[in-house]
């Protein structure tokens, strides 16, 4: 079998830290490693528009901010395929055939969706596209034969449920579909990194992000301003760093090198921590190393980003050649269904 690898996101806003080492940071790694026989990064607008479908142009705008994100964090387009979601009518036709192997009870029953269905205060008001979005994705899946999907912590329900769906079909109408397996980061802090107003998680919605395009500026406000611990008042008071913002990026984002490059007087996050914890260290001298650290990481990012920015004509024809090989991809998987369906009535000529 295949080992097939997709991923993605929806572009309602630009990609921020979260994203970067929960997904990002690992889909660079996986592309470099080539341990793989197909990758896939889309761009879910779909999805984006289930909760958005109002606004249709905070979608359309972000889909090229998306794809300069993923350009300018190292995805490459001649080893990866990039496309649009929307852009692969046989997932629409996939959505419809797999709509009949969930029951409602059981998409409302899915963690995921009921976590940002409080989050986005529906309440009885629940587009029905929105509470779909677990079988959508199924059909996102499995229409690329995947294999390997890198999520985080909060996604396993998601992968869960179309783990189920395929083992419906595949009972229903023989094995046909292939049954996806998640990949988590190894690193726990990279699975949920909290916003910098240390609410539970980065999120695009609240605002409490570092963004991947943030200049350097802008990115030392945010820092400077990051939610610590509310106990460490003064310099030689004990902190924490298990439940503090500041530590946990260090943790998801620091190396040693980086001790040794900005802040020598310490070996590593552990010496750093131990000293926070006994006191007699500063959230000042903690947060100027985060920013030290931070810009290490975007500062080539962002000179990737100025080229595509440059050369956005270059963007949309990566974009436009991605959605037509996947499109041939998924037509392929389509293919297959119907017949195992029996609903492939002109291929075979009988009915």
Sequence with gaps: MKK?????????????????????????????????????????????????????????????????????????PSKVTIFIQSMISPLCELTMY????????????????KQEIRQKEFGNSIPVGFLNYPISQTADITAFETTIVPVGDDQLPMIEQAREIVRSFNNIYGETLVEPNALIPDNKVCRRLPGIDGKAKMSKSIGNCIYLKDDS?????????????????????????????????????????????????????????????????????????????????????????????????????ILEEGSKKAKEKASETLNKVKKAMLIDYFDEKTF
């Design 4 to 76: 097939v690898i997709l991923t993605g996101d929806r572009p309602t806003g630009n990609l921020h830290l979260g994203h970067y080492v929960g997904s990002l940071k690992n889909r660079v790694a996986l592309q470099e490693k080539g341990d793989y026989d197909e990758m896939y990064v889309f761009i879910a607008d779909t999805q984006a528009l289930t909760d958005n479908f109002k606004n249709p142009k905070k979608v359309r705008d972000n889909i090229i901010e998306v794809a300069i994100d993923y350009l300018s964090v190292g995805l490459d």
């Design 98 to 113: 797999y709509m009949n192997l969930v029951t409602l009870a059981r998409l409302e029953r899915n963690p995921t969706v």
């Design 217 to 317: 500026e802008t990115v030392k406000k945010k820092v400077m301003s990051m939610y610590t611990d509310p106990n460490h008042l003064r310099v030689e008071d004990p902190g924490d760093t298990k439940n503090n913002p500041v530590f946990i990026y260090l943790e998801a984002l620091s190396t040693n090198e980086h001790f040794r490059k900005y802040l020598p007087e310490y070996k590593n996050l552990e010496e750093l921590k131990s000293h926070y914890e006994k006191g007699g260290l500063g959230d000042v001298k903690v947060k100027r190393f985060l920013y030290d650290v931070i810009e290490d990481i975007l500062t080539p990012i962002r000179e990737k980003r100025k080229y595509y920015e440059e050369n956005i004509d270059l963007v949309y024809n």
